[in-house]
């Protein structure tokens, strides 16, 4: 098993930058493809951003596109979503997600979740 542990969410204003953690124990070892998801009031979970095991390989949503830079720290076993031009559009609760093989920006393609984290971003 592996537990996810993310942090780093908070209330800012549009335009501002967060970055969110998340960290991983147990067998870590196991993993490869590490993503955030994110689910926003009233709506479905959406794919947010995702990264390879080696880091080379990166995907993001449209919306994000740009605005947002996901990374990991292999030695840390955490993964981190730098958030920069926060928009009211990008309030949300943010999910960390790790899978054993392959993912990316396939939901159901995740074994592990974290909790989640608020982000709220006021115009």
């Known amino acids: 098993q592996v537990q996810l542990v993310e942090s780093g969410g908070g209330l800012v204003q549009s335009g501002d930058s967060l970055r969110l953690s998340c960290a991983a124990s147990g067998r870590t070892f196991s993993v490869n493809d590490m993503g955030w998801f994110r689910r926003a009031p009233g709506k479905e979970r959406e794919f947010v951003a995702a990264?390879?095991?080696?880091?080379?390989?990166?995907d993001y949503a449209d919306s994000v596109k740009g605005r947002f830079a996901i990374s990991r720290d292999n030695a840390k076993n955490t993964v981190y979503l730098q958030m920069n031009s926060l928009k009211p559009e990008d309030t949300a609760v943010y999910y960390c997600?790790?899978?054993?093989?392959?993912?990316?920006?396939?939901?159901?393609?995740?074994?592990?979740w974290g909790q989640g984290t608020q982000v709220t971003v006021a115009s």
């Open positions: 997600a790790a899978s054993n093989y392959y993912a990316m920006r396939y939901e159901s393609s995740y074994h592990y």
């Open positions: 990264i390879s095991r080696s880091g080379s390989n990166t």
